[in-house]
């Protein structure tokens, strides 16, 4: 199994800027992809960013210009930067890996979450 360890988040003020880092470890083939999501009490999670071991990225619109998502393959480590936060950026972010196992399985693998609040 994967174990997804999150540091970074807290609080900013609008306009700031924050930054997340997920590290994986355990036993594992390959993690095709890397990704963080956001959720708000009583809201479905919904996709921040997402990243593939080859660099290819993936944005939802509401954070295009602001955040970036970054990955250190040898580290099997995926960054988020937050710029510009907003107020409606307030949540808990969740890092996960797609994981791939020696023998072909796949698998989703989650984080604990990190607070992110933004003050206006």
């Known amino acids: 199994q994967v174990q997804l360890m999150e540091s970074g988040g807290g609080l900013a003020q609008a306009g700031g800027s924050l930054r997340l880092s997920c590290a994986a470890s355990?036993?594992?083939?390959?993690?095709?992809?890397m990704g963080w999501y956001r959720q708000n009490p009583g809201k479905q999670r919904e996709l921040v960013a997402v990243?593939?071991?080859?660099?290819?990225?993936n944005y939802a619109d509401s954070v295009k210009g602001r955040f970036t998502i970054s990955r250190d393959n040898a580290k099997d480590t995926v960054y988020l930067q937050l710029n510009g936060l907003e107020p409606e950026d307030t949540a808990v972010y969740y890092c996960?890996?797609?994981?791939?196992?020696?023998?072909?399985?796949?698998?989703?693998?989650w984080g604990q979450g990190s607070q992110v609040t933004v003050s206006s």
């Open positions: 996960k890996a797609q994981v791939r196992t020696r023998i072909g399985i796949t698998y989703d693998s």
């Open positions: 355990g036993i594992f083939f390959s993690i095709p992809t």
């Open positions: 990243i593939t071991a080859g660099g290819t990225t």
